[in-house]
């Protein structure tokens, strides 16, 4: 079996490593470390007799594909550069890894994903390991294979899945003025180690903006950004700032997101982070998201090291397991995977993990929605960011952001109907017979409480109610 990064369990990935070696390395409870307590931003006053749930009464879930890109199969090419970084540790065999991962398993896994409607995340490193840019060529591949190979992702993968790059490389640092690794070899000078350490808002800024620019070169659109290991680790009130200034002005992305941090055991909340809210009320409202995962990666690693298996996610008997607690206590489940032990080097052990996992949350609960990123986040900063204020026959919502499938609850006694105003016109919104029935302008109610889900716009809207 293929030793762990840093002599490792196998059982913990580069993000959980070096997530706790900031931890401990600084004596500090994870509360009080600096840039945990991110900058909030703005926050409207709302009226607490008004509650906003989950889209639909559901529990949003979600898949974090990690170490994905184009033909290359990173971490075969990737490890000899940690290697020399790090100095100790890497005997992975890894000169016996195919050095592709397929179109043709891609296209497998997005057809999958399409007909059991999961959603989620799956970067696109744009130079991935040094191996080549994928928007100039990839040695090794033809012209045509690299464009077949965007093609597929922009045509299966993108309808479902947020793209992200994972900065420039996942390995060394580039220097965007050359476009050439910086010839330290060192920690200091890789991507997924200490580069970020003591950086500018805006030197994160440009560096995140040239891995975008790459991605928008060959037409992939994007609306976050992946860390790849510890990336920001120790300059988080930076990342976050940049991650919304890079992507805002590369994409024009009205809410940036950035995924950062797991949690895989314990009561830490995986809820996302509305972070650097500002201007609610202007024209140019601004925010970015931290979307946080809630597993760690047990389908079979970065490295293609022993599976944990489905049991970590979800038991057999369906009683338990990561997936369980979190989905039970009412949090969104994003799990987290690498792109590299789902193809786990052709035995593809990984992905029949992954069905059976997907086969197991579909039976033991009827109430989940799945997600992408992008959706959640844009949920999140609704949530968060909306003002709400209840009159005495219709409550108003200032909302710096539209969002599909808003949903509020709150008590009334007596009414007949209820309709939603906005600047554009009235529309009447529907009873349901159930929570599990509601989708967009549908109501139920049960006793006194009122559930009503609804396409919140942009600006200022009315949910009023007659009698």
Known sequence: MPKSPYNLSPNRSRRQFLHQSLITGAGLCLSSLPGFGQDKGERPASSGEIRVIHPRGRIPVGLIIDDSTCLVNLNRFAIPQFAQAWGKGYTQSWREWPVEIPDRFVRQFGEWSAAHGVKGKYSIVPYPACVGRLDRMLPGWTQRELKDSLDLVRSLMMPNW?????????????????????????????????????????????????????????GLPCEGITTPGGFGTRARPQLA??????VRDVFKAEIPHYFRDLYDEGNESVAPRVECASGL????????VSVVGCTGDWTG???????????????????SGRLVDVIERGEPALMVCHWTGIYWNGEER??????????????????????KLSEV????AARELTAIERGDSAIVFEAPFACPAFTVQFTISDFRELTLRDGKGLASLRPVSSLRSLAENTWHRQNDTVTVCFSLPKGQSWLAWSS
């Not at 009320?281 to 970015?288: G, L, M, T």
């Not at 970065?302 to 489905?310: I, K, L, M, T, V």
């Open 241 to 246: 700032e940049a991650t919304l200034e890079s």
């Open 350 to 371: 990984g992905f029949r993990i992954l069905r059976e996992v997907v086969r197991r949350m579909h039976e033991r609960f009827d109430h989940l929605l799945w997600m």
């Open 162 to 218: 947020d793209i992200h790059p994972e900065m420039v490389t996942h390995t060394r640092v580039i220097d965007i003025r050359t476009g050439h690794p910086y010839p330290d070899f060192s920690l200091k000078y890789m991507e997924n180690w200490d580069w970020t350490t003591g950086r500018s808002i805006d030197e994160l800024s440009h560096y995140m903006a040239y891995a975008l620019n790459v991605l928008k070169e060959v």
């Open 377 to 380: 986040a844009r949920y999140w």
């Open 281 to 288: 009320r202007s024209a140019d409202p601004k925010c970015v």
């Open 301 to 319: 690693g970065w490295d293609c090291s022993q599976p944990e298996g489905a049991d970590r996610f979800i038991t057999a008997d369906l009683k």
